[in-house]
C-alpha cells in the first residue's frame, strides 16, 4: 500500500519555500540556499558537471568532435583540424590535448564551425608540445569560450634521460658514450623526457677509399657526419656537426663501413663502404686513380687522380648538409698523381699530392681527427716520390718514414699510393659514435 502526499511547497520553518512547483519548473532550495546530495547518493538528468568524458584512444586524422567528450590529438605525422560540434547549446563543453607533444611541429586546429570561439569569428590553433585547453559554448555573442589552459611542460616533471645499450660504453661526466668499431646494435630502452635527455649526440664515419696503385693517386676519406646536442652537451664539435637525433625505445642495427680494399698493380683503387646509424648513412670514400690515365672515384670524399691526365672524385656524394667531404685533387703536376679528399678540405690543399685533413671532434671525450684523404704520387723532380696524407687516418705513399700508406682502422682514412707494388693499401675502415645525457 502506498501514501500520496499531494502540495505546491514545501516551506521551511521561517516559512521559506524549500519545494516548490510552478508552471511545471519545480524549484529546490530558496535563494541563498547550497543544494547538496548526501554521501553516496548520485545523481542524474541534471546535466554536465563542468568536466569531459576523455576519449583515450588518441585521434590521427580530422573530425568533429561531440559535446561532453575530451580528445587526445597525435600529430606525429601532420597537422589535424578538431571541429567543434555544429549548433551548439550553452552549456556545451569540449576538451583537446596534444598526445605525442609535436603541435609545436604539426599545429592541432580547433576548427569554429560557424560558431565564435572567444568572441572572433576565427579558428584556435594550439602550436606549444603538450599544451591543451577545455572549450564551453556559452552564448551566441562569445560562441565558445576557453575555460582552462595548460602546458604539461610548465608542470615540474621527474626527468627522464636516455637509457641503451650497445657497443663500446664509456662515460664522460654526465654523458655516456658508445662507439662501434664493427656491426652491432643501439638498443634503446627509455626515450626520456625533455625534463631529461630525448635525443643523442652521433658522429657516422664511413670507410676510407683506397688508393691507385702504380704512381695512383690517394684514396678520399670515408663520409663524415656529425650531430650535436647543444642544448645538453658542450663537447667541442666540428665545424660539420648539425643538429642531434631524437630516438625511440628500439633497436638501432649499426653498420660501420669498411675500408677500399687493396688493388693490384696499375689499376684503380676501391671504394669504401656505408657506416649507418638510424636516418644518417655517409659513403664511403672514392678510389683514387691507376696508372695510365684513369679517373678517380667519387664517394664521401673524392679519390685523387692518376698520373696521367685524369680528373679527381667528387666530394659529398650523394649530396648532404653539412657536407660529409671535399673533392680528390685533379693534379696539374706532369707524371705526379692527386692526393685525396678529406672531411676538412681537399686534397691538395695544402700542397700537391697531399691528401685533404679530416675533420675534428671530441664526441670521444679526446680531440681527434676522422677521415682524412690519402696521399698520391709526387714526381721526384718536385721534392720527392710521395704525398703526406691527411690528418685523419689518411696514409701517405711509401717511403722511409712512412713504411705503411694503408688508412688508420676506425678513422675513415683513405689510403696513399703503392708504387707498383704486388698489392697496394687498403682504405681505413669507418666508426660509429654516439653519446648522450644519461643522467
Excluded at 681527427?369 to 718536385?382: C, K, L, P, S, V
Aim: hydrophobic share 25%.
Amino acid at each position: 500500500m502506498t501514501s500520496t502526499i499531494k502540495v505546491d511547497n514545501i516551506q521551511n520553518q521561517c516559512g521559506a519555500n524549500i519545494i516548490n512547483e510552478s508552471s511545471n519548473t519545480i524549484t529546490l532550495g530558496a535563494s541563498g540556499d547550497t543544494v547538496t546530495l548526501a554521501s553516496g547518493a548520485s545523481q542524474s538528468g541534471f546535466g554536465r558537471t563542468g568536466t569531459v568524458d576523455w576519449d583515450t584512444t588518441a585521434k590521427t586524422a580530422g573530425f568533429t568532435g561531440v559535446s561532453g567528450n575530451g580528445y587526445f590529438i597525435n600529430t606525429t605525422s601532420g597537422a589535424i583540424t578538431v571541429n567543434l560540434p555544429a549548433s551548439p547549446s550553452a552549456g556545451d563543453i569540449m576538451a583537446v590535448v596534444d598526445y605525442a607533444g609535436t603541435a609545436d611541429t604539426n599545429a592541432i586546429t580547433i576548427g569554429r564551425n560557424s560558431s565564435n570561439i572567444n568572441g572572433a569569428a576565427s579558428d584556435l590553433t594550439i602550436d606549444k608540445e603538450n599544451s591543451g585547453i577545455t572549450l564551453v559554448y556559452v552564448d551566441g555573442t562569445q560562441g565558445w569560450k576557453g575555460t582552462e589552459s595548460f602546458n604539461l611542460n610548465d608542470i615540474e616533471l621527474q626527468p627522464l634521460f636516455v637509457t641503451a645499450t650497445g657497443g663500446t660504453e664509456t662515460t664522460s661526466g654526465n654523458f655516456k658514450i658508445h662507439t662501434f668499431t664493427g656491426p652491432g646494435t643501439f638498443c634503446v630502452t627509455c626515450a626520456g623526457n625533455p625534463k631529461g635527455s630525448t635525443a643523442v649526440s652521433y658522429l657516422v664515419v664511413a670507410g676510407g677509399g683506397s688508393a691507385g696503385n702504380n704512381y695512383g693517386g690517394g684514396g678520399g676519406g670515408g663520409g663524415f657526419r656529425e650531430g650535436k646536442c647543444t642544448s645538453k652537451d658542450t663537447y667541442t664539435a666540428s665545424p660539420l656537426a648539425s643538429t642531434s637525433l631524437p630516438v625511440t625505445a628500439q633497436a638501432y642495427p649499426i653498420t660501420v663501413g669498411g675500408g677500399g680494399t687493396a688493388t693490384t698493380p696499375s689499376n684503380t683503387g676501391n671504394n669504401g663502404s656505408n657506416s649507418i646509424f638510424s636516418t644518417i648513412t655517409s659513403t664511403g670514400g672514392g678510389f683514387g686513380g691507376g696508372n695510365a690515365g684513369s679517373n678517380a672515384g667519387s664517394g664521401g670524399s673524392g679519390g685523387g687522380s692518376s698520373n696521367n691526365p685524369s680528373s679527381g672524385g667528387a666530394g659529398n656524394t650523394p649530396p648532404v648538409s653539412p657536407s660529409q667531404g671535399n673533392n680528390g685533387e685533379t693534379s696539374p703536376v706532369t707524371n705526379g698523381a692527386g692526393g685525396g679528399g678529406g672531411a676538412g678540405e681537399a686534397g691538395g690543399t695544402d700542397g700537391s699530392s697531399y691528401g685533404g685533413d679530416g675533420a675534428q671532434t671530441s664526441i670521444n671525450g679526446t680531440a681527434t681527427f676522422y677521415a682524412g684523404g690519402g696521399g698520391g704520387y709526387t714526381n721526384a723532380q718536385f721534392g720527392g716520390d710521395t704525398g703526406p696524407g691527411g690528418q685523419g687516418g689518411g696514409g701517405g705513399g711509401p717511403s722511409p718514414a712512412n713504411p705503411s700508406g694503408a688508412g688508420g682502422v676506425n678513422t675513415g682514412g683513405g689510403s696513399g699510393y703503392s708504387n707498383n707494388a704486388p698489392n697496394n693499401f687498403a682504405g681505413g675502415s669507418g666508426i660509429v659514435i654516439i653519446r648522450y645525457k644519461f643522467q
